[in-house]
């Protein structure tokens, strides 16, 4: 008798709205794309509703506030695909947009807390703008967790050291010719470092006695540093310094007398 008068309801538009929630315009809209359409007509033309119609709806405005997609929801009501299997998938959807909001958090929250690096250096202008990471107003999750390794690098007092150092350096000495720079670009790690052949290269790169020039870039996190700044700015990534570096420190300390 209860499911005899269950099947005998029949809800105006209006009052369904009321009794789901949802719009006039959207139970239309729901209609017009034959997800829950009404159950019949009234007399005079006017669509009407069944209580499982309404049931339907309600599950419909459910699943839409999860943000779960139109032919989804169709899917679901039809029985072609299960209302648990949905969920788990939008529980990991879910789960990934909670994690990158968390990134989000912490890269704006690290924007009011990393030093200015490249100004502390005191760099000139255009030096300085090649070490600065610019975080882009929508970025990807490989560039927000970049920013987030690189304030962490940052806010390191050992590292802003010697990066303050090697700064100070080329402070100094503006016009001349990057000492490794020369070393990354002609250095030969095939040599071994205690043979002549590669002393006489090395030396003939960069000489021995502007070799602590050259030491002071065999820092792993300077690599690094440039590794993520790229990374954040878009940039092509840079070759690696301290292979380099490293040969021909090894070279010079291997011949020393």
Do not use: C
Not at 128 to 143: C, D, E, I, K, R
């Amino acid at each position: 008798m209860g499911s005899s008068q269950s099947e005998d309801v029949r809800y105006t538009i209006g009052e369904l709205a009321k009794r789901t929630g949802l719009t006039v315009k959207a139970i239309r809209f729901y209609a017009n794309q034959d997800i829950v359409p009404p159950t019949g007509r009234s007399p005079a033309g006017h669509r009407q509703y069944s209580a499982e119609a309404r049931a339907r709806l309600e599950l419909v405005r459910v699943l839409r506030s999860l943000g779960i997609d139109l032919r989804t929801v169709r899917e679901i009501l039809d029985k072609e695909i299960a209302v648990a299997e949905v969920a788990a998938n939008q529980a990991d959807a879910v789960e990934a947009r909670i994690h990158a909001l968390r990134q989000q958090h912490a890269a704006l929250k690290s924007l009011t807390e990393i030093p200015d690096l490249p100004s502390q250096l005191g760099l000139r202008p255009g030096i300085a703008q090649s070490l600065t990471p610019h975080l882009p107003a929508t970025p990807s999750a490989q560039q927000l967790e970049a920013w987030l390794e690189l304030t962490e690098l940052v806010r390191d007092k050992d590292f802003r050291a010697a990066m303050r150092r090697l700064g100070e350096h080329y402070a100094d000495r503006p016009l001349e010719p990057d000492a490794v720079a020369l070393v990354r670009d002609h250095a030969d790690l095939s040599l071994d470092p205690a043979s002549p052949q590669a002393y006489a290269l090395a030396t003939s790169i960069v000489p021995a006695d502007r070799g602590h020039e050259v030491e002071i870039a065999a820092d792993p996190r300077r690599d690094r540093y440039m590794h993520l700044l790229a990374i954040i700015n878009g940039w092509q990534q840079p070759e690696p310094v301290v292979p380099a570096v490293t040969w021909y420190i090894q070279t010079l300390r291997a011949h020393q007398s």
